[in-house]
């Protein structure tokens, strides 16, 4: 069993676009009209056959306050993996990105969380 897609729920699919791949560095890789809302789904470059990223819409009625729930907490909706979180965190910090929480060494792993403008924070990790 592998990972063949997640999501994360956004409040706006072409926002959410915009800033996962034009920041975040994420490629387009599905994009089907689906009436008011798209399949729309994004690739690290690194593994573009890898598992996807459902940019999912958060219109359900128990999606927004959960998600409220964990940005209120600064619980982070999803880790993304990096080599070096320093460098990512600079890398982003100089694109506008809001970080709630700067790069932490814990044990053998660093992490950060930014806020990715669809209302969720995000973790960023590297071993």
Not at 27 to 38: H, M, S, T
Not at 49 to 69: C, M, N, T
Not at 101 to 109: D, I
Request: charged content about 25%; overall charge negative.
């Amino acid at each position: 069993m592998k990972v063949y897609i997640t999501s994360v729920f956004v409040d706006d699919q072409a926002k959410a676009l915009q800033f996962y791949t034009e920041v975040l560095g994420f490629e387009k890789k599905e994009d089907v009209p689906l009436g008011e809302a798209r399949w729309l789904t994004v690739t690290s470059p690194q593994q573009p056959e890898g598992p996807e990223l459902l940019l999912e819409p958060d219109s359900h009625p128990a999606v927004r306050p959960f998600k409220d729930a964990l940005v209120a907490d600064g619980i982070p909706f999803a880790s993304f993996a990096v080599d070096d979180v320093a460098a990512e965190f600079r890398r982003l910090t100089d694109l506008g990105v809001r970080f709630t929480q700067e790069p932490l060494r814990m044990g053998p792993v660093t992490t950060a969380v930014f806020d990715d403008t669809c209302g969720n924070l995000i973790q960023l990790a590297a071993q």
